[in-house]
């Protein structure tokens, strides 16, 4: 035995262990509700179907300088994983995306944030998006794709 083979072996196992204890500590936690984690089968049946797009409508105040909007629920939220949306004022992307709410509420200046089945947002120039005559409208960005 070779002194490199010697040195490999241990770090082998070592990243074997570290591996099985990241997967233990991942099932647990899904396990036990600490997180939520979508089901494979949704995952697969949300990429086989055409990408979501739509015009922000319904919009709601929030906090600050923060807005509400409703999405469907089937959509693959911040919570779950990560979101996929961008968000568009008259037709320029918004961001940063998956922004803290505390964050947007304060800051505003464009962040945004899929949570659940709602959009929480604010305008780029930190007004008020009911009444400011922009459009808003989200679609879905292929995974990768920099928000």
Do not use: K
Request: charged share 25%.
């Amino acid at each position: 035995m070779t002194r490199d083979q010697g040195i490999r072996r241990p770090r082998t196992t070592v990243v074997a262990a570290v591996s099985i204890y990241l997967l233990a500590v991942g099932v647990w936690l899904v396990l036990s509700r600490q997180i939520r984690a979508p089901s494979f089968l949704r995952i697969a049946l949300l990429t086989l179907r055409p990408r979501y797009a739509s015009d922000v409508s319904t919009i709601d105040a929030d906090a600050g300088r923060c807005y509400v909007a409703p999405l469907p629920r089937w959509l693959l939220t911040d919570l779950e994983s990560s979101s996929s949306l961008q968000l568009y004022e008259d037709d320029r992307p918004l961001g940063p995306a998956h922004a803290m709410h505390d964050d947007i509420r304060r800051l505003g200046e464009g962040r945004y944030s899929h949570w659940g089945s709602r959009l929480y947002f604010s305008a780029s120039d930190n007004s008020d998006p009911r009444t400011n005559g922009c459009r808003y409208a989200v679609r879905e960005v292929p995974r990768g794709t920099d928000l």
